[in-house]
């Protein structure tokens, strides 16, 4: 099966971290057996298809950067990623070198430095994630991959840091960065400044539990000018109606620490004093997933099926790379009324209902606004 929806209901979530770490939200495919289904040829959805359904048109530009932040080292990102993108037909991508070829790809450690962490496959099968929704949707982009030490708090804002200032490894500062973990919010604060950096377009994802996990940072992070752009999730339905739904797993939440923002409708405040999210959405169900390359070892990577809002957050700082100018959640719900978004009105995460875990008209927790179809959203 290629480029297409697939109907297994077995996945498992890729990082297995330790009690002190935040946790990846990319989830990936399985058997009965409890094994990662690999494919020798793609499987899930295509970097056409996506585009497609999407309704993105721009390659973007070379000298356009986007930047990921992850855990951990990846010594086989390049090799991967260009698997990925020759499958699909997209403009092959090169290690990034002063006055050299574009687009291309850069990978330094959470200081920027050139001495890369331990490697762990967890971690790497999200980065592949990344490194792949980024190429889907702005193919023409160069990447910034940052790698923290490991999964903790302190590692990867350090790491965000980075990845919104760094203008050696690829030439320009990064329109975007996409975060695709998260954690509870207790003692976030001390971060809080790393993700909110002016000029960058930052995404986080918003969870894949559902609205059971409670309040997610970085996805819920603000301060009085403005707000990560948090991504909730949805299951496609390509070819049908409604073409998109509610993802059961998506996060959502009503922050405990970071303030209301001011521009969010009055539906998102009803339930929620303080901030709520999502603020848009893209692909997130595993079972209507996404075709990616990635490690099953150290040594040996395939095609798998990925979900989780791992998987939306990186498209949307793709789209964002491929308009080629960074924008912020505020903009985000001012272009709400333009036409260029799906709303999407059915399906749940949770049990507190309308509109924190349950979708309607409008803005919800799961979604937010939507997802775009076109970049006038965005």
């Not at 109907?7 to 990846?24: E, F, K, L, M």
């Not at 959805?45 to 000298?63: M, V």
């Not at 982009?141 to 030490?149: A, E, Y």
Request: glycine content about 12%; overall charge negative; charged content about 10%.
């Amino acid at each position: 099966m290629t480029d297409d929806e697939i109907s297994v209901a077995d996945n498992i979530r890729v990082c297995a971290n330790a009690a002190d770490q935040v946790q990846c939200h990319a989830r990936v495919l399985v058997d009965a057996y409890g094994d990662i289904r690999t494919n020798a040829t793609p499987a899930g959805l295509g970097a056409a298809t996506l585009r497609s359904f999407y309704g993105i048109t721009s390659n973007g530009s070379t000298a356009t950067t986007v930047a990921i932040v992850d855990s951990n080292g990846y010594p086989n990102a390049l090799r991967d990623v260009q698997m990925y993108r020759s499958t699909f037909g997209l403009p092959t991508i090169v290690k990034c070198a002063v006055g050299g070829a574009r687009p291309c790809l850069a990978v330094v450690n959470q200081t920027g430095g050139t001495s890369l962490p331990a490697t762990d496959v967890g971690w790497d099968q999200e980065t592949a994630l990344d490194l792949d929704m980024v190429s889907a949707m702005c193919p023409n982009c160069n990447i910034l991959l940052v790698q923290g030490t490991s999964a903790t708090f302190a590692n990867l804002a350090t790491a965000m840091g980075t990845a919104a200032s760094n203008t050696a490894a690829t030439g320009a500062r990064a329109v975007a960065v996409s975060n695709s973990y998260g954690g509870g919010e207790a003692g976030s604060t001390s971060f809080a400044a790393a993700y909110l950096p002016s000029g960058v377009a930052v995404t986080a994802s918003s969870g894949d539990s559902g609205n059971a996990a409670g309040p997610q940072f970085p996805a819920s992070a603000t301060n009085a000018t403005q707000t990560v752009i948090a991504v909730g999730g949805t299951s496609v339905h390509v070819g049908s109606s409604p073409r998109e739904t509610v993802w059961s797993g998506a996060g959502s939440g009503c922050s405990t620490v970071y303030a209301r923002a001011s521009w969010q409708p009055a539906n998102a405040t009803a339930k929620c004093a303080k901030r709520a999210y999502a603020d848009i959405s893209a692909v997130a169900d595993p079972n209507t997933g996404v075709a990616v390359y990635a490690p099953t070892s150290a040594t040996a990577s395939s095609f798998q099926v990925f979900g989780g809002t791992s998987v939306a957050s990186p498209l949307i700082a793709g789209i964002i790379g491929s308009i080629g100018s960074a924008t912020t959640a505020k903009a985000i719900y001012a272009a709400s009324n333009s036409g260029d978004n799906f709303d999407v009105t059915s399906g749940t995460n949770g049990t507190c209902g309308s509109p924190l875990c349950t979708a309607g008209v409008g803005w919800d927790g799961p979604t937010g606004l939507g997802t775009p179809i076109g970049p006038g959203e965005l």
